[in-house]
């Protein structure tokens, strides 16, 4: 009898999560054009990384604004049209971005936000906030992940080479994650 209490809850549980609305991992993000990317793999190439550590792969580099974290499928037409907000064009400066080693072992090049890159990233949670999405209450720290699991990850000796200016003149873009097959751009909001 108590075998087959446990295998009608495991039936129960399983037919409540098949029941659950699809959803996708989303997130806003400034993405580098090739310039850029090669010029971030030229700095993640210069560090000594630890035997452990995991660097991101190229084409997985970015910025990121604002982290959606799971969508329901059948609310992501509604976020993709809402997000639409003035975006300046501007530049991010490489140059002074500072290496760094978050807690957790996140290797990150921390980017100064210049003030458009500060109003579109408030212009962004406005919106989110309209649609009655959670928006993170910490302080926006502009970034690209290097690495991650890398504690103990020692920059390069040598003076680094000159970066070039990331423009940001495409706008920024919506992705999905998409699980051991990385990123898709569901959606490209230009500058202005």
């Known amino acids: 009898m108590g075998a087959q209490l446990v295998d009608s809850s495991v039936a129960a549980f399983t037919s409540a999560k098949s029941r659950k609305p699809p959803s996708v991992r989303l997130f806003l993000a400034l993405w580098p054009p090739e310039r850029v990317r090669q010029a971030l793999q030229a700095i993640q190439a210069r ?57 957790g072992g996140l290797a990150v090049l921390e980017l100064q936000a210049p003030p458009p890159l500060q109003r579109l990233h408030a212009a962004l949670a406005q919106a989110l906030r309209a649609l009655e999405w959670p ?3 910490r302080p926006f720290r502009p970034h690209i992940t290097l690495a991650r699991r890398a504690s103990g990850a020692k920059p ?31 959606h490209d909001y230009p500058s202005a």
């Open 47 to 103: 560090v000594l990384w630890p035997q452990h550590a995991a660097l991101v792969a190229a084409e997985r580099l970015h910025v990121t604004l604002h982290f959606l974290g799971q969508v329901p499928q059948a609310r992501v037409e509604q976020l993709r049209a809402a997000l639409t907000v003035p975006c300046e064009p501007h530049f991010l400066e490489l140059e002074t971005a500072r290496a760094t080693c978050w807690h």
């Open 135 to 137: 928006v993170e209450s």
């Open 156 to 186: 390069p000796a040598d003076p680094p080479s000159p970066s070039p200016l990331w423009p940001v003149d495409r706008g920024y873009v919506l992705v999905r994650s998409v699980p051991a097959r990385g990123y898709e751009v569901l």
